[in-house]
């Protein structure tokens, strides 16, 4: 397993931007990562994923066209770019890596999990 901390997280308005970051220590440039987010009283539901070369992105329908996951595996970092943000986008986000390689949604097939940072967004 991998050491996984965000960062990036805070409240913003309505139609606002935020970049989560994701730091791993340890190599994590063959693993598959994602991110996910769980809203109080809600099960934890995917975000986006991303192969460990980046050439294959998944994303939730309710985000695409908005976020746009991305990795650099020379610093070992996994980001999130969230424009155009809607109040329904307020969660804990959490970063996740698998090191089987298979892109897949589900957070039971994630087997290194980060604290989670606090997503607040505001009408």
């Known amino acids: 397993q991998v050491q996984l901390v965000e960062s990036g997280g805070g409240s913003v308005q309505a139609g606002g931007s935020l970049r989560l970051s994701c730091a791993a220590s340890g190599r994590t440039s063959r693993y598959t990562m994602g991110w996910f987010r769980q809203a109080p009283g809600k099960e934890r539901e995917s975000v986006a994923q991303?192969?460990?070369?980046?050439?294959?992105?998944r994303y939730a329908d309710s985000v695409k066209g908005r976020f746009t996951i991305s990795r650099d595996n020379a610093k070992n970092t996994l980001y999130l770019q969230m424009n155009s943000l809607k109040p329904e986008d307020t969660a804990v986000y959490y970063c996740?890596?698998?090191?089987?390689?298979?892109?897949?949604?589900?957070?039971?097939?994630?087997?290194?999990w980060g604290q989670g940072t606090q997503v607040t967004v505001s009408s």
């Open positions: 991303i192969t460990w070369m980046g050439s294959i992105t």
């Open positions: 996740a890596a698998k090191v089987n390689p298979a892109i897949v949604s589900t957070p039971e097939a994630y087997d290194s």
